[in-house]
């Protein structure tokens, strides 16, 4: 699911005319509750089960504890935290969720996973404020996706971005935050588009745009169960 309070569309694959994506442009607290709920709820079995990842990305303005998903619209982190519970303890799946916004880290540590969850948690900051370039060619999430786009583990692309925020003054004071609940153990064992010695022809070949140029304010969720889902989230983030 893809939702954004903007009216726009983009061109994702350069053929010139926009892709009409975004499932929700009025979004509301009760549509990510409801979206959440629809993987356990009303199912004789769960769409979602222990071999299942959800990847949840946030980016737009955010606040201490909450983050904006609409026009005058926050959710709030220990309202989402109860959310993400009721549906690990449903259907055990395993979730990620990466947040670029100010103040962020406050977001995620309401989050923090308790020994049987798995959950991966990452903000573009801890306690401030969370920048990017005009384009958003240089920003966290931008650097934090090239390294899962080429098959890094959560953990190592997460370094990277960190190391890389520090060759620019712009993020001086930008401190971006990894919660797992293992010490890091499990994002440092976590792939999203897999482990891969040599590039794949679909790595070589798909050219990632600039993360926030792409997607300004948006949520967007990704339910991982094939590996055709990675193509899709690669080919539109």
Known sequence: MYISDHSYNYDFNGDG???????DHDPSTTDIQSYLESFYQNHETPLLNEKSRLIIY??????????KIGKGIYLSADIFDEWLDQLQAATHCQVVVIIEACYSGTFISPLTPDSDQRRVLISSSNTGISHDEETGAK??????INGIYHGNSLKKSFDDACQKLKSYLLF???????IDGQNESYAETFYIAGS???KTPFLKFWKQPPIQQLMPDCTRFLPEQVTLKVKYMFGQI
């Not at 005319?17 to 499932?23: G, R, S, T």
């Not at 920003?139 to 934090?144: C, D, R, T, W």
């Open 17 to 23: 005319i926009a892709e009409i994506i975004v499932d």
């Open 58 to 67: 946030f980016t737009d303005h955010g606040g201490q504890g909450n983050i």
């Open 139 to 144: 920003s966290f999430s931008q650097f934090l």
């Open 172 to 178: 001086t004071y930008q401190t971006p935050l990894l």
């Open 196 to 198: 891969f010695k040599k």
